[in-house]
């Protein structure tokens, strides 16, 4: 075969310098772009498992797809009632315990898989911390773009419910010091008689505003789905006007919202954890800050199930979790555009305890990042450098970025994920080592030669002994 101008040009590339540049941009984190594992806490197994679906059929029920990433009896820090769970920009696993107050952080330093090695299992809070905030009953957990750490509070000591703010500040792997700890808000009504209020999910939004579901038993709150907006950016939602209703789902008897979740599109999804066993699908088409009647509807119904909490897949499937028999985790999807996942296919048991050879009882989930990347700029000029960022799933992870000189159509290679280059005609360029906040950037500098016009496919392949993935595929024009 006669060689191409742009094959002719890959050798040429393949032995230029590379230069490390700063650091890289933070992609959007809730929910990841891309995504690998599932984290599951278990409140029988006071323990947090991993589910990896190896062979790429869907599920996680086949041999060695479940492991223990963490568990007291093997760990240092002791489990009682751990209710949910959130993965972290830098790799690391939060845990929140409903009884003994405590949110664990869970690093996997040696890269072996779990977080039961020496150091790996910390404190990051707890009742001693500086600030002097009490934490009662913590039900949801989860982290915005700059890595703080939102956990929804029913405060069952003090009656005071609230949205708590957690920050490392100071570097030291802790949020326990004077400042790191804030009531970032304090329920509107939520103070009083036990119940009264009872914040059961907390979640970053697409448009970087927070989102909670409201379960409160009392009557004193109406339940839903409510907003919190800084509007004045001072830091907290404690102000007139922070508070909003944005959701009310179509009124059943007693309903109690514990699953909340929203997708890539901006869809957001709450479970009923009632007897009432429905998934509504809501999406704010006007713009307006709420939601109304018409922009609802009932995404998935089921008979004999207790839902405990629900996340978003990338690719727009759903995950719902239920701890009782059996045991189960379901994927939705809605595979005809209707809106719903009530056809015939489209919910499938990703996890079931009858099943699989572990018996996982799952209270919450959440997913782990997996390896990404982007180029600035895509379209580059010969002569000209091209920055390739590239973000693995925890820091420390090694990640050899490939190119090829042609695209394929994603094939499924387990268990490494999607590969969407060409292996026939394709090249490692370099290697690169995930920093403190889990990317690395390397600088590509186009050769000023004509065989370089043409266009280019890169992916990359990061992690570490335990896992290895495959990040989206990215395309560069280089032009005269």
Avoid at 228 to 240: E, V
């Amino acid at each position: 075969m006669r060689p191409t101008m742009a094959t002719r040009f890959v050798p040429l590339l393949l032995s230029l310098p590379f230069a490390a540049a700063a650091v890289a941009q933070v992609p959007q984190a809730i929910p990841y772009s891309r995504q690998m594992d599932l984290m599951v806490v278990d409140s029988d197994y006071d323990g947090v498992w991993r589910l990896m679906d190896l062979n790429q059929d869907g599920d996680y029920n086949d041999p060695g797809e479940v492991v223990s990433f963490y568990d007291d009896l093997n760990g240092p820090i002791l489990f009682t009632t751990p209710t949910c769970i959130c993965c972290g920009l830098d790799g690391s696993v939060f845990v929140g315990d409903a009884n003994t107050d405590v949110i664990t952080r869970l690093r996997d330093l040696n890269g072996d898989g779990d977080a039961l090695d020496v150091g790996e299992a910390t404190v990051y809070f707890d009742p001693t911390n500086q600030s002097g905030v009490v934490m009662s009953s913590v039900q949801g957990v989860t982290v915005d773009l700059l890595g703080r750490l939102f956990l929804a509070v029913a405060n069952t000591a003090s009656g005071t419910d609230h949205i708590l703010m957690l920050q490392d500040l100071d570097a030291d792997g802790d949020a326990n010091d004077l400042g790191e700890a804030e009531i970032y808000c304090l329920i509107p009504g939520g103070a009083g008689s036990t119940g009264n209020s009872l914040p059961s999910k907390v979640i970053a939004g697409p448009d970087s505003n927070l989102y909670y579901s409201e379960v409160g038993s009392t009557g004193a709150i109406a339940k839903g789905i409510y907003k919190l907006s800084d509007l004045n950016q001072n830091g907290n939602c404690n102000d007139p006007g922070e508070v909003t209703g944005f959701w009310t789902p179509p009124f059943v008897a007693s309903p109690s919202y514990y699953g909340l979740t929203v997708d890539a599109t901006g869809a957001f999804y709450v479970s009923d954890h009632s007897n009432n066993e429905n998934v509504f699908r809501a999406f704010d088409a006007d713009a307006s800050g709420t939601i109304s009647a018409t922009e609802q509807t009932v995404f998935y119904h089921t008979t004999g199930s207790i839902w405990w909490d629900m996340v978003a897949k990338d690719d727009l499937g759903i995950l719902l979790c239920e701890a009782q028999a059996p045991d189960r985790i379901t994927l939705l999807r809605d595979l005809n555009s209707d809106g719903d996942a009530l056809d015939a296919g489209e919910a499938t048991q990703a996890y079931d305890s009858t099943i699989a050879a572990i018996h996982v009882a799952p209270r919450g989930m959440a997913l782990q990042r997996a390896p990404m990347m982007s180029l600035s700029p895509a379209v580059v000029q010969i002569g000209n450098n091209v920055d390739i960022f590239v973000w693995s799933a925890r820091p420390g992870d090694l990640a050899a970025i490939l190119m090829s000189v042609a695209p394929l159509p994603p094939v499924s290679v387990p268990p490494f994920g999607m590969l969407e280059i060409n292996p026939l005609i394709s090249a490692v360029l370099t290697f690169g080592i995930a920093d403190a906040t889990g990317s690395f950037v390397a600088t590509l500098p186009v050769p000023n030669s004509p065989t370089a016009i043409n266009s280019y496919w890169f992916q990359t392949l990061g992690g570490d002994n335990a896992r290895l993935f495959l990040s989206n595929g990215v395309m560069l024009t280089c032009t005269p």
